[in-house]
């Protein structure tokens, strides 16, 4: 059982020869984001419309990571490309992990817009996505639903597209607004099994089929027409606060 949310340091679920991935870990204590573990965008994509990623939205202060998303007026400030109207912020891991135990501590975004925390990376010759985290949290319909997902767009037994690829949502009622408190949000990874976590309490189980490719860490602010999460003025600015992410890794992997 993974420790509660009011534990003092968290811990990976027992039974398995454990050791922190620093790569990955960050207690964000510091004046400024540290730059040899963390990029602070997405070095391969720029953002969906109407929301651009940027610098500028990203900052930390008194021991937490703020991902700030801007309204129109503060985002018109920055030089946009056409279609682009509002800002938001990414942070990407510099390194990617292979199985291990991903756990952050957040109080998400009270806006319509999504705050995400998930594992990918879109190789040439593999494309695959573990999502722990993508709720609109500033929205009542989506404010108190978790939905772990994982995608599977193409891979060595796989060619798929965008719109064609492997998809298996859940949804998940916890019972509370996400936006109102930090909450400790965890995934294990392993190569037989896929498990996610909410405050020490396992939410859901599947039977990894596909994911073996190495993945790097996103934590970031996205529009999202799938879940009508559109920037919203009247809500903005506003920022999703993570406490920490940390990351263990199975000596045998």
Known sequence: MVLCATSALAAPP??????????????????KLDHKKWYD???TWSGRPPTLFHPDCVAVSNGLLHIWAFDSEESAK???PSAFTHLSGFVRSKERARFG?????????NSSQVSCFWL?????????????????AG???HATQLRPNTHYFRGPHYSGTLHNHLVDPTHHELGFNMSEDFHVYGMEWAPTFIRWYVDGKLIREKHNDNYFQPLEMNLNIEANQWFGALPDDATLPASYRIDYVRTWRQKEY
């Open 120 to 136: 990918t990376h879109a190789g040439r010759e593999e494309w695959s996505e573990i999502d722990i985290v993508e709720v609109a």
């Open 139 to 141: 929205l009542e319909q």
């Open 78 to 80: 920055r030089k946009m």
């Open 14 to 31: 027992e039974g398995g020869d454990w050791a922190p991935f620093e790569p990955m870990s960050d207690e964000f204590n510091a004046k």
């Open 41 to 43: 965008h997405n070095p």
């Open 101 to 109: 135990y991903f756990e952050m501590r957040a109080k998400l975004m």
